[in-house]
């Protein structure tokens, strides 16, 4: 079992920057694809960015320019980079292990909540 510890959020104004990290224990996700997820209040849980073992990336259209997906595999730790941040992009960040659709392989942690306003 992976467990996840997400830091990093904050209240930012609009077209700030954040850069949040999740640390992974448990296991060594090295080996795994990793994706940072986001969830607005009333509204389901979205894909934000993925990043896989050899350090290919995609991101969601909202978001692609704008926020970077990186790894430190010797920290067992994944970060995402916002800039340009938007009202639109306040939400709890979380990050996890895709598995399959819009399913992940281990449970959620705490997330960290990231609010953009003036």
């Known amino acids: 079992q992976v467990q996840f510890v997400e830091s990093g959020g904050g209240l930012v104004q609009p077209g700030g920057s954040l850069r949040l990290s999740c640390a992974a224990s448990?296991?060594?996700?090295?080996?795994?694809?990793m994706a940072w997820y986001r969830q607005a209040p009333g509204n389901k849980r979205e894909l934000v960015a993925t990043?896989?073992?050899?350090?290919?990336?995609n991101y969601a259209d909202s978001v692609k320019g704008r926020f970077t997906i990186s790894r430190d595999n010797a920290k067992n730790t994944v970060y995402l980079q916002m800039k340009s941040l938007k009202p639109e992009d306040t939400a709890v960040y979380y990050c996890?292990?895709?598995?399959?659709?819009?399913?992940?392989?281990?449970?959620w942690g705490q997330g960290t909540q990231v609010t953009v306003s003036s």
């Open positions: 996890n292990v895709p598995f399959s659709g819009s399913l992940v392989r281990y449970s």
């Open positions: 448990g296991s060594a996700v090295s080996i795994y694809t």
């Open positions: 990043i896989l073992p050899g350090g290919s990336t």
